[in-house]
């Protein structure tokens, strides 16, 4: 029973990497979720071959009942609803036990608001940031390119240098699944971008020097991956956040994405270029920002709106009945 499992589970990460690209992380997260299914199953005297449709659904109220969040609920319905699909087009089993259970359902969650004061801030910092001038280079240009294009972290720290050359007011993003996009640059991003180009191509002929090989992403490291990595940037952006003033609770690497996205939309930009920008499949991912600026508005005019605090409005004459 053990090797079958293991012969799915490895078969079907495979698969997914191979095919649709998926992510060491996303890869690691989908094993998580389908040996605890397994285990489940396992007490059960039961394997993935032999569960039913009641095998599975009794598994997500236990899962409920372990007061999982919908999210993992959710996300360990997807994993088992694509194994079954994955094991239903390889012959491993003749139907699939999962295909009409419907998942639990995810709460949205209004992502964490930076005001545009804020980013400034948060830039002016990363300009200021740094033991010597080109420290100071590279998070200026992180920053300016993180703010300038929505970027997810992981796509920002693995670009590779091949990806800026060219036309300076556009830049190629490798995105998830493989699939690229171009987004373009703002003034101040075009400026540090350059800035950081010219620095990283007199580190370069200093590594030819000393006959080292050059690298060739763009913000390089000495560790294994060869770039900077994603733990690194985030401490870097709390640095920021701190000598910013800004609150470091609400400042991530994916904050300043949502920042992007947000003020882009309350500046008139169109909902379908952010999705575009963003790199995101389905536009239902995008309408998320038009929640955040409502509920914005919807604040703004509860603080400041002449009218929101009725006991004590002011008046420009007498409004007793008296005199009328």
Same mark, same amino acid.
């Given at each position: 029973?053990q090797s079958d499992t293991f012969h799915w589970i490895s078969s079907f990460l495979e698969a997914?990497?191979?095919?649709?690209?998926?992510?060491?992380?996303?890869?690691?997260?989908?094993?998580?979720?389908?040996?605890?299914?397994?285990?489940?199953?396992?007490?059960?005297?039961?394997?993935?071959?032999?569960? =039913?449709? !009641?095998? %599975?659904?009794?598994? &997500?109220?236990?899962?409920? #009942?372990? +007061?999982?969040?919908?999210?993992? $609920?959710? /996300?360990?319905?997807?994993?088992?609803?694509?194994?079954?699909?994955?094991?239903?087009?390889?012959?491993?089993?003749?139907?699939?036990?999962?295909?009409?259970?419907?998942?639990?359902?995810?709460?949205?969650?209004?992502?964490?608001?930076? =005001?545009? !004061?804020? %980013?400034?801030?948060? &830039?002016?910092?990363?300009? #200021?940031? +740094?033991?010597?001038?080109?420290? $100071?280079? /590279?998070?200026?240009?992180?920053?300016?390119?993180?703010?300038?294009?929505?970027?997810?972290?992981?796509?920002?720290?693995?670009?590779?240098?091949?990806?800026?050359?060219?036309?300076?007011?556009?830049?190629?993003?490798?995105?998830?699944?493989?699939?690229?996009?171009?987004?373009?640059?703002?003034?101040?991003?075009?400026?540090?971008?350059?800035?950081?180009?010219?620095?990283?191509?007199?580190?370069?002929?200093?590594?030819?020097?000393?006959?080292?090989?050059?690298?060739?992403?763009?913000?390089?490291?000495?560790?294994?991956?060869?770039?900077?990595?994603?733990?690194?940037?985030?401490?870097?952006?709390?640095?920021?956040?701190?000598?910013?003033?800004?609150?470091?609770?609400?400042?991530?690497?994916?904050?300043?994405?949502?920042?992007?996205?947000?003020?882009?939309?309350?500046?008139?930009?169109?909902?379908?270029?952010?999705?575009?920008?963003?790199?995101?499949?389905?536009?239902?991912?995008?309408?998320?920002?038009?929640?955040?600026?409502?509920?914005?508005?919807?604040?703004?005019?509860?603080?400041?709106?002449?009218?929101?605090?009725?006991?004590?409005?002011?008046?420009?004459?007498?409004?007793?009945?008296?005199?009328?």
């Amino acid at each position: 029973m053990q090797s079958d499992t293991f012969h799915w589970i490895s078969s079907f990460l495979e698969a997914q990497a191979a095919e649709l690209g998926a992510a060491t992380n996303t890869q690691l997260a989908y094993g998580r979720d389908l040996k605890d299914f397994d285990g489940y199953l396992a007490r059960k005297a039961l394997d993935f071959n032999a569960a =039913s449709r !009641d095998d %599975v659904e009794n598994y &997500l109220i236990y899962c409920d #009942a372990q +007061g999982l969040a919908k999210s993992t $609920r959710a /996300r360990r319905l997807s994993a088992i609803k694509q194994l079954y699909r994955f094991a239903f087009e390889e012959g491993l089993r003749q139907d699939n036990p999962a295909i009409q259970i419907a998942g639990p359902g995810q709460d949205k969650r209004l992502p964490k608001i930076l =005001s545009e !004061d804020e %980013v400034d801030r948060l &830039l002016d910092a990363a300009r #200021a940031s +740094g033991r010597s001038p080109r420290d $100071r280079l /590279r998070n200026t240009c992180l920053m300016e390119l993180l703010y300038a294009t929505g970027m997810r972290v992981t796509e920002l720290v693995g670009l590779p240098i091949s990806a800026t050359r060219g036309d300076p007011r556009l830049l190629l993003i490798m995105g998830k699944g493989g699939k690229e996009r171009m987004v373009p640059l703002s003034p101040p991003a075009r400026v540090a971008l350059a800035a950081w180009l010219e620095d990283r191509d007199l580190q370069d002929a200093e590594d030819r020097q000393k006959r080292k090989p050059a690298s060739r992403f763009l913000f390089p490291s000495r560790g294994k991956s060869g770039y900077l990595t994603r733990h690194r940037f985030y401490l870097l952006i709390k640095e920021f956040a701190v000598a910013a003033g800004v609150d470091p609770v609400k400042v991530t690497p994916h904050t300043l994405r949502h920042a992007f996205a947000t003020h882009l939309l309350a500046n008139g930009a169109d909902l379908r270029a952010i999705q575009t920008m963003l790199g995101h499949a389905d536009i239902a991912t995008t309408e998320i920002y038009t929640h955040v600026l409502e509920e914005r508005l919807s604040e703004l005019v509860l603080e400041r709106h002449p009218l929101a605090d009725t006991g004590t409005r002011k008046s420009g004459g007498n409004t007793s009945s008296e005199g009328q």
